[in-house]
Every structure is written in C-alpha cells, then in structure tokens.
C-alpha cells in the first residue's frame, strides 16, 4: 500500500504560481514512478508530468512545457510540481500518482498504469 497527500493548491491570479507537494507513505517511495495529473470540470483525468525513479526523466504534457516543473526528493518522500505562468485553464483537481512496478527508466502519461492516487488538490487560476 501507498499513501499519497497532495498539498499546496489554493486560488492565484494568471501570471502567478503554485508550488504542489506530494508525500508519500507506505512501501518503498524510491522504487516508484510518480506523476501529476490534473482533471477540470467536464473534462477527462490527463498527465501534467511524470518522473521515473531516479528522477532522471522527467515527460510534461505540451501544455505546461517550460511553465511546470516536476522533482522528487527520496530523502523525505515527496514528489513536488512548480507551477509558474499559471493560466486559467490550468485550473483543474490535481492529483498525485504512484506506479509500483515501473521500470528503473519507466515514465507513463497512461492514468492505467498508476497504482495509487491521492484524493487531490484543488487549483484555481482567475483570469
């Protein structure tokens, strides 16, 4: 089993930025792919950005290229997304998301590879 508590959404103005965090619990948080994915109103669950295990390889959606940020810190269990330039449609439920058996060089923007999610956080963009 793994745990995983999002934190650090809220409401900012366009422009602005977020910094979202990720803690993790349970089995070995270093032997874990992580991803952020994020899901809006009336639209379907999509990957913001994934890390592999060594955090080495990093794949972010085309949207957020050059704005968004994502690192894990093994130390202390967390997996961590800056978000800076934030649009209104940025504005979605952000989730967090574990895949246990990826390889040592494995990332997926597929949400069926995910083993474990978070409850998610929510982040408001106004215009």
């Known amino acids: 089993q793994v745990q995983l508590v999002e934190s650090g959404g809220g409401l900012v103005q366009a422009g602005g930025s977020l910094k979202l965090s990720c803690a993790a619990s349970?089995?070995?948080?270093?032997?874990?792919?992580m991803a952020w994915f994020r899901q809006a109103p009336g639209k379907e669950r999509e990957v913001v950005a994934a890390?592999?295990?060594?955090?080495?390889?990093?794949l972010y959606a085309d949207s957020v290229k050059g704005r968004f940020a994502i690192s894990r810190d093994d130390t202390v269990n967390t997996v961590s997304l800056q978000m800076n330039s934030l649009k209104p449609e940025d504005t979605a439920v952000y989730y967090c998301?574990?895949?246990?058996?990826?390889?040592?060089?494995?990332?997926?923007?597929?949400?069926?590879?995910?083993?474990?999610w978070g409850r998610g956080t929510q982040v408001t963009v106004s215009s």
């Open positions: 349970g089995r070995a948080f270093d032997k874990s792919a």
């Open positions: 998301a574990a895949d246990v058996s990826a390889g040592a060089y494995d990332t997926s923007r597929a949400a069926d590879d995910y083993d474990y």
């Open positions: 890390v592999n295990r060594n955090g080495g390889i990093k």
